[in-house]
């Protein structure tokens, strides 16, 4: 397998890493992200979650949670493509009683580092300094 930094889209077959932590349990996952000492792992070696057992992680994922006033965030693997706005990599839902989840996806080593509420932007300048540093 071979590793591909600062890719810009999912190469079959090549891992992804991504962040993997929940505010709820770790606080230097959230609002505040602290990477130091955080879970990183290469997706390809996670087993796949039961209701999708032939698929394999090609990106990476940053949820925000806001419920109630409370706020939890979670990074890690994904497995499914969302069909997104081409101009945002992020989407934002609201439920009932004051209740919001955004999420956002993308595709390149540890790109989940960027807050879910900083969208596109923070995303892109993190692929944009990834990809810089490789070279």
């Known amino acids: 397998m071979c590793i591909t930094p600062g890719r810009s889209s999912p190469v079959a077959g090549a891992p992804i890493l991504c962040y993997d932590c929940n505010s709820a349990y770790d606080p230097r996952c959230g609002e ?3 990477s130091f000492s955080l879970g990183i792992i290469n997706c390809s070696l996670r087993d796949p979650p039961e209701h999708l057992p032939h698929l394999e992680s090609t990106i990476c994922r940053s949820i925000k949670m806001e419920i109630n006033g409370k706020v939890r965030i979670v990074r890690k693997c994904g497995y499914i493509v969302d069909p997104a706005p081409e101009e945002s990599s ?5 439920g009932f009683h004051e209740m919001y989840v955004t999420y956002c996806a993308c595709d390149t080593d540890l790109c989940n580092r960027a807050d879910a509420a900083a969208g596109p932007a923070m995303t892109l300048t993190l692929s944009a300094v990834i990809a810089y540093a490789a070279v």
């Not at 992020?90 to 609201?94: E, L, N």
């Open 32 to 34: 505040e992200f602290d």
């Open 90 to 94: 992020c989407q934002r839902r609201s």
